[in-house]
């Protein structure tokens, strides 16, 4: 795999910034109550991810060392408003059902950690790659649990019926605890306990044994 291929695709899976780093778990936790509100934060994310990345790298050599993190998060909180903008103008309901959400992508530290770690250092094409293989990475994570979640608690993907009810003549009883903010957490902490099964590299190494303190 060349170097280009590294930068988009290892985010993915091998240094995934939510399995592997746990950074980005509040919005994980809060927006995915269904798959399209998922699909939203997840493409805004990458939206913002790519874009300051790749402006964040163009004037890298131009910015204060002193001001740094300054300039990084207002071009990340411009790009958020444009973001929150369009949401509004043409997906009123789902960026309603966002609430603050889209927001806090400023303060998400996914989008502020590439900025700062990669395209200060980075020329402007593998800055891109690295802020769009990252945003994959963070995505296919939401859209896994909003999916499960939505499934799991009213048989629908998108608003469309994937599950029969029980009460329609079906065979599904809804887990309407699935809708609740708790079953996030237990799906993505699975997640994470499968990703690192999988990989086993990714697992943390067990803590040093305490020194025994004599009496």
């Given amino acids: 795999m060349n170097n280009t291929n590294r930068k988009l695709v290892e985010p993915i899976v091998v240094t995934n910034p939510v399995t592997v780093h746990i950074l980005g778990i509040c919005s994980a ?9 998922a699909l939203v ?53 789902l960026s309603k059902r966002l609430s603050v959400f889209v927001g ?30 990252n945003g994959l990475g963070y ?31 079906g065979w599904f009883t809804p887990l309407k605890s699935m809708a609740l903010p708790p079953s996030a957490f237990f799906l993505l902490g699975l997640l994470i306990w499968a990703v690192r099964s999988w990989r086993a590299e990714q697992r943390e190494a067990p803590p040093a044994a305490r020194p025994e303190v004599s009496s």
């Fill in 139 to 169: 995505a296919w994570i939401l859209v896994l649990i909003g999916a499960l979640r939505e499934l799991l608690a009213a048989g629908t993907l998108l608003g469309y019926t994937i599950l029969p009810l029980a009460e329609d003549g």
């Fill in 29 to 37: 936790l809060a927006v995915t109550t269904s798959l399209a509100t």
């Fill in 104 to 133: 806090l992508i400023v303060s998400n530290c996914i989008v502020l950690g590439r900025a700062e770690a990669f395209a200060m250092k980075n020329p402007p094409l593998p800055s891109l790659l690295d802020g769009l293989g």
């Fill in 41 to 93: 934060m997840s493409v805004s994310v990458i939206f913002v991810l790519c874009l300051s990345n790749t402006i964040i790298s163009i004037i890298r050599r131009h910015i204060p060392a002193s001001i740094r993190l300054i300039i990084q998060i207002t071009i990340i909180a411009s790009l958020v408003i444009v973001v929150d903008l369009v949401l509004q103008a043409y997906l009123f309901e």
